[in-house]
């Protein structure tokens, strides 16, 4: 059982950048695909973007592209989400996902095929 570590979430305004992080518990995790969601109130959870085990493949979605990065290092287990030029609609709260399966893909709004979920970390943009 994978355990998977939501930070950095916090209170910003419009235009500030943010970095999120993830801790994964197994160092097995550097074999799964990963992926951050977001919930908004009222709203079904949405794929923001997704990162294969070795990070050569990265998916965005479209209303964060250009905008967020996806990363990860391995040797700290660990997966990023760089959020730059923050806006209100990005409210929500941002969880972490990871897909324990040995292929070089990842589905970005997917929420089925990832097998373990953090709890999630609180992202308010203000106006």
């Known amino acids: 059982q994978v355990q998977l570590v939501e930070s950095g979430g916090k209170l910003v305004q419009t235009g500030d950048s943010l970095r999120l992080s993830c801790v994964a518990s197994a160092r097995t995790s550097s074999r799964y695909s990963m992926a951050w969601f977001r919930q908004a109130p009222g709203k079904e959870r949405e794929g923001v973007s997704c990162?294969?085990?070795?990070?050569?493949?990265?998916n965005y979605a479209d209303s964060v592209k250009g905008r967020f990065t996806i990363s990860r290092d391995n040797a700290k287990n660990t997966v990023y989400l760089q959020m730059n030029s923050l806006k209100p609609e990005d409210t929500a709260v941002y969880y972490c996902?990871?897909?324990?399966?040995?292929?070089?893909?990842?589905?970005?709004?997917?929420?089925?095929?990832?097998?373990?979920w953090g709890q999630g970390t609180q992202v308010t943009v203000s106006s």
């Open positions: 996902a990871g897909a324990a399966k040995a292929v070089n893909y990842c589905p970005v709004g997917n929420v089925k095929w990832y097998d373990y």
């Open positions: 990162i294969t085990n070795t990070g050569g493949i990265t």
